[in-house]
């Protein structure tokens, strides 16, 4: 279970990272998009969409990968 819940998580950054890349959203949408999903109950580690990134993402990415691959 925790292996979807990572997979899950680190997806939905993925496609918010890379449409905050392209600037097909913007920082305060990514952001929202990131609180509302805390607000509808999915656990984050971050209070925002770009502090994840900047600091966590990486990471969990290669402890995903090294413990499921």
Do not use: Q
């Not at 097909?24 to 994840?52: C, Q, R």
Request: aromatic share 14%; hydrophobic share 50%; net charge negative.
């Amino acid at each position: 279970m925790l292996k979807v819940r990572i997979w899950k998580l680190l997806l939905g950054v993925l496609i918010l990272s890379k449409s905050f890349e392209k600037e097909i959203i913007s920082e305060d949408t990514a952001n929202s998009l990131w609180i509302a999903m805390v607000n509808n109950g999915i656990h984050l580690p971050k209070d925002l969409f770009l502090d994840y990134c900047s600091r966590l993402y990486e990471i969990d990415c290669e402890k995903f990968l090294m413990d499921y691959f």
